[in-house]
């Protein structure tokens, strides 16, 4: 497919001198060079950015590769030694270059070229210009063709798309914003607030931006009053959850918010999000009316994991908030309640509880009955478990040891492991079958004066310590690391002589 006369027309004929200019002095900043040959004991010089020939004013000559200065035109250049090969010596990019529509004064155009310098033959390099993509833009549409070079032709595509990751994904992506600034002045695209999206990461080009802008009119003022993570969710493919009617013909219908409510964000200070808005505006569709700051604290997944309890969403974000009041650091997000809560009920049924009575139902203390039934389920399930520990306790507990204000025992169950690996934050809970079958042996470090909390755990095998972990793990302090040692030296070493003795 060729490019029809009629959206052609829009394009420039002829590659403009301020492109030139672009490509050559920002583009190609660093792709500068002078060309080095020594005749008759005098350097000479080539430049490849003011192409002029002139003797190399130095003493010491220059080397290949080196970084220089050239000493007509107070270029930045790399040395390159005219004798050696430049099969590679080769230079491309990716520039996105936006001009006026030569037809519509209401319209905007851009061209993705690949622009390309081959220093082969390197007093004859020529930048060369190829076009790869080409957008159109005007109010209410946005088209763009692609170049298909394997077939030889254009394409249009059904959505806009950035080259700088297709195509040209390859390739350094450049554009400049002076050039979009006076394209877009005296066109109903000049206070879009493209400016605001310049640096938005993976739409660098603006592409994306002025195809959303072309669509829709409350871009602009969507941006003034502080709703700029929506556009930056539309833009990057992210959820907007419909909280915004993109073709509202007034800011309350667009936010889908009444001047009050748009007064009160405001006073609150919470930066407007999609995720934000879809908390409120559910809540408001479902009978309850809370603060923005409020809303803040819930989030996204909150609602659709309530909405799935099948339970009045009003009542259960009100036990939500009332539950995270309570523990903020068991519960660093609302929805880690709702999963917490599901959980609970299905336990509670398994344990024959009645959660048809709310006091059940709904605990005062979510936290504490869900820890009470996850460990009353725990004992159901490891009864086996806990018969084998305790059989091998007796053997185990000739080797308890007491020094200073430490002592250590073997674990005494599956749900003390359940509770040491809870409360030192590591993962002895897991090891409760191996101990209990022998492969292992599980003990306890306790201080004389607080003998029912945890302090730190010891796995040991074959009379040695294998580890000695504390709170999330840590080492060992030095304290304990002199008890271990008294431990080993004691209980662990003589046993292994008693066994030598006796064999």
Known sequence: MSLDPEFLAHFPKEVSQELVDYVRDIVFYES???????????????????????????????????????????????????????????????????????????????????????????????????????????????EQRVYNGWRDEWSK????????????????????????????????????????????????????????????????????????????????????????????????????????????????????????????????????????ETADLLDDLFIEEAIKLHEPLDFVTKYALKQRSKSLLAYHSTSSIIRDLRDYWQEAEELGLDVTKDHIKYPNNLQKAHEDTSRRIKIKVDEKVNEQIKKRIPSLERYSFTQGRLHIRPATSSIELFDEGKALKHCVGQYAKRYAEGDTDIYVIRKNDAPHKSYFTVEIQQNRVIQCRGFRNCNMTKEVAAFIEAFELEKLKRRKRNRNLSA
């Open 157 to 292: 595509l059904k959505k806009i798309r950035s080259e700088s990751t297709g195509l040209m994904q390859y390739k350094g992506t450049f554009i400049s914003h002076e050039n979009v600034a006076a394209t877009v002045q005296n066109t109903p695209f000049q206070y879009s607030t493209w400016e605001s999206y310049k640096d938005l990461y993976g739409r660098e080009d603006l592409v994306h931006f002025f195809a959303l802008a072309a669509r829709y009119s409350c871009i602009e003022y969507l941006t003034k009053i502080g709703f700029r993570k929506f556009i930056e969710a539309k833009l990057t493919g992210l959820r907007t959850y419909g909280t915004i009617n993109w073709n509202g013909k007034t800011l309350e219908k667009v936010i889908r918010l009444s001047k009050s409510e748009l007064k009160q964000l405001k006073r609150e200070r919470v930066i407007p999000r999609p995720e934000l808005l879809y908390v409120y505006q559910t809540l408001k569709k479902h009978g309850l009316s809370v603060s923005f």
């Open 32 to 142: 500068r060079y002078v060309f080095v040959k020594t005749v008759k004991g005098i350097q000479h010089g080539y430049c490849s950015h003011c192409e002029k020939d002139y003797m190399i004013d130095q003493l010491q000559p220059l080397k290949h590769n080196e970084s220089w200065t050239c000493q007509l035109c107070a270029s930045p250049v790399v040395v390159k030694s005219a004798g050696r090969g430049r099969k590679n010596l080769f230079t491309e990019a990716y520039v996105v270059w936006y001009e006026k529509s030569q037809v519509d004064p209401e319209t905007i155009v851009a061209m993705g070229l690949h622009v390309t310098r081959d220093y082969g033959d390197y007093r004859n390099v020529k930048t060369m210009f190829r076009e790869v993509s080409m957008y159109l833009f005007e109010p209410g549409y946005s």
